[in-house]
């Protein structure tokens, strides 16, 4: 399943906030991820950024006027309102925040805020002072109730030189919020999915430790997508360079045995757990309390004894369904055989990490996905959002099956 942003209609609100040039960003963004972005401003937003300047970025005509007899809005007075798949406001102000909350149709996006029934995701941006202040406070309390996401201000140094809650939000974080709201009618809406990502990290002493070359983004990959196509998602993840993506709920473990607590825990009562994370098979027996001095010659060595972590994926319990990776270096599909069968897993999703471009650390992947009945699938080198797309169709065919009462349709296809 594709972005929930590609081919829809969005319309992008811009109101008269110096983070007006942000929303350009923004507007990029959504086009690039294939999105028919129309953008309408408020007078106020023209005082920063030019129409001209969205309408270069959209290839879409800007609306900047209610009255304009040449705009969308005069033919079909509130077209785009009923044509938007979603509608961003981005910035809003805690002018445009108030006059939502009262119901106002004084302008272009005003009416067509007031006459959609698309849902609305808004990133407000103001001096702290009066995004603090009660009243705005009050609107944003109105606008939720009516259903109307968030993306809340961040704090940081604003427009007027002071610091305080008032900056526009992390574009990633309102693009998250946008595709959460897009796919909620997706084909896991309803469904609670765990998924857990990184390289669990075992400490030696209070300043080493044992862990891999697990980046997370195999995982977090699998996250997005997952809530991107309506579920809830929990992230169990040990330590990445990787921002949290944006609403999932983010559990964040270091050793693997934290990893078991947490995923026992997230997995009670989930429909699907997906195990990207790179977990360490053994752990230090006595990790040291004070940092190890070097003794006598190096040459003498070190000896530190291992001894076995929980499998995490064989432990847990539960009627889900549980979906595995192999990471191999060799004999791929041996291997990733035997794991599937000794872990009872519904999919297993085999991992070439010897290969250049698949596996630790890159953003593509080359995998092969082995079903329980026997069932096999292989994919070509992919972008790991296209991988987790692909895992997660299987995952859907898998609980569509179990609805049915089946074990879901067999699949052999390879894709060179
Ligand atoms: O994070 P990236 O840089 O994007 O890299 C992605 C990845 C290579 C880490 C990922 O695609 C991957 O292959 N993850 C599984 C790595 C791994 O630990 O494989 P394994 O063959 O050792 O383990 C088999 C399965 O059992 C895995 O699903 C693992 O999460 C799980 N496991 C392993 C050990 C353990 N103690 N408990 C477990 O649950």
């Known amino acids: 399943m594709a972005d929930p942003l590609r081919d829809r209609f969005v319309v992008l609100g811009v109101s008269g906030s110096i983070a007006a040039y942000k929303a350009v960003d923004l507007a990029s963004r959504l086009v690039k991820a294939g999105a028919r972005v129309d953008v309408v401003m408020t007078k106020a937003a023209t005082q920063f950024v030019t129409p001209l300047c969205f309408q270069s970025i959209t290839h879409r005509r800007v609306v900047d006027d209610l009255w304009d007899r040449n705009s969308e809005m005069a033919v079909e007075h509130v077209g785009l309102a009923k044509r938007a798949a979603a509608i961003l406001v981005a910035p809003a102000t805690a002018d445009l925040l108030a006059k939502m909350a009262l119901g106002f149709a004084e302008d272009a996006l005003l009416t067509t805020l007031l006459d959609t029934r698309a849902p609305v995701v808004i990133a407000p941006a103001m001096e702290g002072d009066m995004w603090a202040n009660p009243l705005t406070q009050e609107h944003v309390a109105k606008l939720r109730s009516l259903g109307m996401a968030f993306v809340e201000p961040e704090e940081g140094r604003l427009a007027s030189g002071l610091s305080g809650r008032g900056r526009l939000a992390d574009p990633e974080a309102i693009l ?5 709201v897009l796919g909620r009618g997706g084909d896991l809406a309803g469904r609670r999915v765990v998924v857990s990502a990184g390289g669990t990290q075992e400490p030696i002493d209070p300043v080493r430790l044992i862990t891999n070359r697990s980046s997370g983004k ?25 921002a949290p993506p944006h609403g999932v709920a983010v559990a964040p473990v270091d050793t693997a045995r934290a990893m078991h607590r947490a995923v026992e825990g997230a997995a009670r009562g989930a429909d699907v757990l997906i195990m990207a994370a790179a977990v360490s098979d053994y752990r230090v027996a006595n990790p040291a309390e004070q940092k190890i001095k070097k003794r ?7 000896t530190i004894e291992l001894v076995p972590n929980p499998d995490i994926l064989q432990e847990v319990t539960g009627d889900f369904v549980r979906v595995g990776f192999a990471a191999e270096t060799e004999d791929l599909l041996a291997n990733a055989g035997a794991k599937l069968r000794k872990k009872g897993l519904d999919l297993l999703v085999a991992n070439d990490v010897s290969g250049a471009g698949s596996g630790f650390g890159s953003d593509t992947n080359r995998v092969i996905l082995l079903g329980r009945g026997g069932e096999i699938e292989e994919l ?9 797309d692909a895992i997660l169709d299987r995952v859907v065919a898998i609980l569509a099956g179990r609805g049915r009462g089946a074990g879901g349709r067999r699949w052999v296809e390879t894709h060179r």
Not at 296 to 302: F, K, N, Q, T, Y
Request: glycine share 10%; proline share 7%; net charge neutral.
């Open 296 to 302: 006598g010659e190096a040459a003498d060595g070190l």
């Open 176 to 180: 998250g919020t946008l595709r959460q």
């Open 218 to 242: 195999m995982g977090y990959a699998i996250a997005e997508a997952a809530r991107d196509r309506g579920a809830e998602v929990t992230l169990v993840t040990a330590p990445t360079a990787l």
């Open 380 to 388: 070509p080198i992919l972008p790991k959002r296209a991988v987790a």
